[in-house]
C-alpha cells in the first residue's frame, strides 16, 4: 500500500502541499498568534465548546444562527486533542491542504499533458495573502472551500469519466460545504444542475438518486436537531432580503450593520479574487493572455458558471467583505491556469529566466502576505492586551461593543451588556464601559452602539481608568449630572 501511494503522481504533491501549511501554522504560532480575531471567530470557539461539553454530558447546544459544520468537526476532533483553539486551526490547516491537492487534481482532471501546476498552486493559492491568513484565523472560511473544491473535483470526474463513486462524494462533501458556509449553495448550483442533466440522460442512472438523497439527509441531521424550531431561519438574513441588482452599482450601504462606505461598487468588489493583489497579484497578466490567446483556451462552462453566478451574487449583497470571495477562488485559479501555463512554456527554453521570475513572484507573494496577516497579529495581540487590562476589573457589569465577545470568548467574568443590542436608558454608579469611539464613530451613527455612548456621556459623570493608544477606553460609570 505505502508503495502505491509513493508511486502516486500525487505524492511529491501532497507532501509539499502538507509541508509547507504545516510550517506556516507552526510559524505563526510560535510568534503567539493564535487564530482569535474579531467576534466571528470567538462566536465558533464558543459555540464548538458548547458543543463539546454537550457531547461530554453537560446541558445540550443551543441554538446557532451560523452553519453548524465548522464548530461541530471542531467539537468531534477535540476529543483527539482537547485544545479547541488548536483543534480548529488544524482543521483549517488540514482544509489548506487538502484543498490545494485536489486543485492539482482537477487542473490534472482538466489538462492533462500539464506539469506545472505545482508551482502555480504553492505561488497563486497557498500564499495568496487572502488564503494565507483564512487559513491561519478560526473561521469558516477555509474548510467551506475544501469542500466545494473536492465536490467540484468529483463532479467533474463524474461527468468526464461517468465514475459513479464520485456522485456520492459529491453528495457527502456539497452537503457539507453547505452546512459550513450557506452561500456555497451558490457555488455548487451550476455543478448540480450539471449532474441531475448527466442523469435524466442516463434513466438507468437515476436510481442513484435515492440513496443520494438519503445520504443528504443524514448529513442534514445536525442541522434539522439543532436548528428545530426555525430550520429555514437563515433564509431570513437581511443581507439576502436585501439583495438586489441596484447594489451592482452601489459603494455606500446604511445596514443593521452599520454604515459602510467602499471604494469600488459591488460589481467591481465581486471580481476583486480575479485580480486583486490581496488574492491574485499576477490576475491582471494572467487575464490578458487568457483574452489575447482565447482561441488556444477553452474553458470548463460549468467552472465559469459557476464563478460567475457566485460573483454576481454577492455583487447584489449590501455588504462588502473580501472573506466572502474565498468560496469561489479556486474556480478562477483553475479558469486562469491555461495562461500560466502558456507563459511558463514560451520561457521554457529560458530555465533561469523561468526560475528567477517564479522565485520573485513567490518572494512578491511572501511579503505581500505578511503585510495582509500583520493586520490580523496586530487585532490578536490589542485582544490580548484588553483582556490583561480588564482582568482586574473583573465581577462587575460591563457595557461595551465588539471586543466583549473577545473578553467572553477570553473567558473574563463580567455581567456583560452589549451595546449594540438595545438602546439602554439607566446605567448604575460603578458599571463599567469599554468604548473605542474613534472606530465606531462613522459605522454605527444613528445606530445603537453610538446613540447608547452618547447618551452615556451626555448623561453621567465617566472616571477613566484605562486607555490604550489604538483608542479603546475603560470608564467607571459614576452619578447622573
Request: aromatic share 20%.
Amino acid at each position: 500500500m505505502l508503495n502505491k501511494i509513493k508511486n502516486s503522481i500525487f505524492f511529491f504533491p501532497f507532501i509539499t502541499y502538507t509541508v509547507i501549511a504545516v510550517f506556516l501554522f507552526a510559524l505563526i504560532r510560535f510568534f503567539g498568534f493564535d487564530g482569535l480575531y474579531g467576534q466571528d471567530s470567538y462566536e465558533y470557539l464558543r459555540y464548538a465548546n458548547e458543543l463539546y461539553n454537550s457531547f461530554n454530558g453537560s446541558l445540550d447546544a443551543k441554538d446557532y444562527f451560523w452553519p453548524l459544520f465548522y464548530p461541530l468537526i471542531g467539537a468531534i476532533t477535540n476529543f483527539l486533542f482537547n485544545d479547541m483553539i488548536l483543534t480548529l486551526g488544524l482543521i483549517n490547516i488540514a482544509a489548506l491542504t487538502i484543498g490545494s491537492i485536489y486543485i492539482h487534481k482537477i487542473i490534472k482532471l482538466l489538462y492533462q499533458k500539464t506539469n506545472t501546476q505545482i508551482y502555480f498552486i504553492v505561488v497563486c493559492f497557498i500564499f495568496s495573502p487572502a488564503i494565507f491568513t483564512t487559513s491561519l484565523v478560526l473561521m469558516s472560511d477555509m474548510l467551506s472551500a475544501c469542500f466545494i473544491i473536492i465536490s467540484i473535483y468529483h463532479t467533474l470526474k463524474f461527468d468526464k469519466l461517468n465514475n459513479l463513486d464520485s456522485l456520492y462524494y459529491v453528495a457527502i462533501f456539497g452537503v457539507c460545504a453547505i452546512m459550513t458556509r450557506y452561500a456555497s449553495f451558490v457555488v455548487l448550483l451550476p455543478f448540480t444542475i450539471l449532474i441531475l442533466f448527466k442523469l435524466f440522460q442516463n434513466k438507468k442512472m437515476l436510481l442513484h438518486l435515492i440513496p443520494i438523497l438519503v445520504i443528504i439527509g443524514i448529513f442534514c441531521i445536525p442541522h434539522f436537531y439543532i436548528k428545530n424550531k426555525d430550520v429555514s431561519a437563515f433564509l431570513n438574513h437581511n443581507w439576502l432580503k436585501e439583495w438586489s441588482l441596484l447594489n451592482f452599482f452601489k459603494t455606500d450601504f446604511i445596514t443593521t450593520d452599520g454604515n459602510s462606505y467602499n471604494r469600488f461598487p459591488n460589481i467591481i468588489y465581486a471580481f476583486f479574487n480575479a485580480f486583486h493583489p490581496r488574492f491574485l497579484i499576477i490576475g491582471i497578466v494572467l487575464i490578458i493572455t487568457t483574452i489575447f490567446k482565447k482561441s488556444l483556451f477553452k474553458p470548463n462552462k460549468t467552472i465559469l458558471s459557476a464563478y460567475l453566478l457566485y460573483s454576481l451574487f454577492l455583487a447584489g449583497i449590501p455588504f462588502q467583505n473580501s472573506r466572502f470571495l474565498i468560496l469561489n477562488f479556486a474556480l478562477i485559479l483553475v479558469l486562469l491556469f491555461p495562461a500560466f501555463e502558456l507563459l511558463i512554456t514560451h520561457f521554457s527554453s529560458h530555465k533561469k529566466v523561468i526560475h528567477t521570475s517564479l522565485v520573485f513572484l513567490f518572494l512578491i507573494q511572501f511579503f505581500l502576505s505578511l503585510y495582509v496577516f500583520h493586520h490580523f497579529y496586530a487585532i490578536n495581540k490589542l485582544e490580548k492586551k484588553i483582556v490583561n487590562l480588564m482582568k482586574p476589573y473583573q465581577n462587575k457589569t460591563l457595557y461595551s461593543f465588539d471586543i466583549d465577545i473577545a473578553l467572553k470568548g477570553r473567558a473574563l467574568n463580567f455581567d456583560f451588556k452589549n451595546l449594540w443590542i438595545k438602546k439602554y436608558e439607566n446605567y448604575k454608579s460603578e458599571d463599567l464601559v469599554l468604548f473605542n469611539y474613534e472606530k465606531f464613530n462613522i459605522q454605527w451613527t444613528g445606530k445603537n452602539p453610538m446613540l447608547n455612548w452618547e447618551n452615556i456621556e451626555r448623561n453621567y459623570r465617566l472616571n477613566l481608568l484605562e486607555e490604550t493608544p489604538e483608542g479603546w477606553k475603560l470608564y467607571e460609570i459614576q452619578n447622573p449630572k
